[in-house]
């Protein structure tokens, strides 16, 4: 459960956006669609080991 602590006086738009900050950084969105869009183990592998040559030719156009 999220607890957000709002001052007196303060004004809701802002204990809103504080709640909403507090909201993404819990990854409830991120998981949620994660979960409605099932990947096979054989795709995710296969997405990593792309983004890892992305990287790698990255890190070797740096140099």
Do not use: C, W
Not at 27 to 34: P, T, W
Not at 39 to 56: D, G, H, L, T, W
């Amino acid at each position: 459960m999220i607890v957000v602590p709002v001052k007196d006086g303060e004004n809701i738009e802002r204990a809103l956006k504080k709640f909403k900050r507090k909201y993404e950084r819990t990854g409830v969105v991120k998981e949620l669609r994660a979960r409605q869009q099932f990947e096979k183990p054989s795709v995710i592998n296969r997405k990593k080991m792309m983004k890892a040559i992305y990287v790698q030719h990255l890190h070797a156009q740096e140099d």
